[in-house]
């Protein structure tokens, strides 16, 4: 089950101007997720936790660590990954790859240009594709891939750009 991270490029700018700003953001993800935390395990559901608007990679990556739950692990949006690199200067998104690393669960595959969530097919945007799919083989397990675009009727076609990249089979 996705969840958004409660990281925003305003946070980034402020975590470490406010006191405390870092480890209360972490107290108030815990006091509202304890209770669903502690049902996805009973039930044997994994919450995923998604970038939106974070600009450290590595924030998310260690809040979900801070669960000490096998429920809770990384979920990376390539698209919104990518959006944060162009527009508020977050590193490029296999930095988000490698960040997550064995943590890295589930990622949305969605083509952007930076500019905003596009949600277009792989191969309509400017992601660089050969270095996230790297930064899978080298980093990370086995992390469940989905292609999430707005326009379904073209979806073979971003499928056939990862095969053709030599990315996908």
Known sequence: MVIHS??????HNNLDYNRRGRE???????????????????????LVMENIEDKDPHARV????SFASD???????VG????AHHSTGAPPVDYYVRAAGEMLHHVHVQDADGH????????????LWPSVFKAFADWCDTPRLLIEVKDQRGLMKG??????????E
């Open 71 to 77: 429920a809770v692990r990384v979920s990376l949006d």
């Open 62 to 65: 260690e809040l979900v660590k």
């Open 159 to 168: 499928v056939e750009h990862l095969v053709g990249l030599g990315l996908a």
């Open 6 to 11: 409660p990281y925003t490029t305003w946070d």
């Open 116 to 127: 905003a969530d596009r949600h277009w097919l792989p191969g309509e945007g400017t992601i």
């Open 24 to 46: 209360a953001i972490v107290e108030r993800t815990h006091a509202t997720l304890a209770p669903v935390v502690k049902r996805a395990e009973e039930i044997g559901c994994v």
């Open 80 to 83: 919104h990954a990518h959006y």
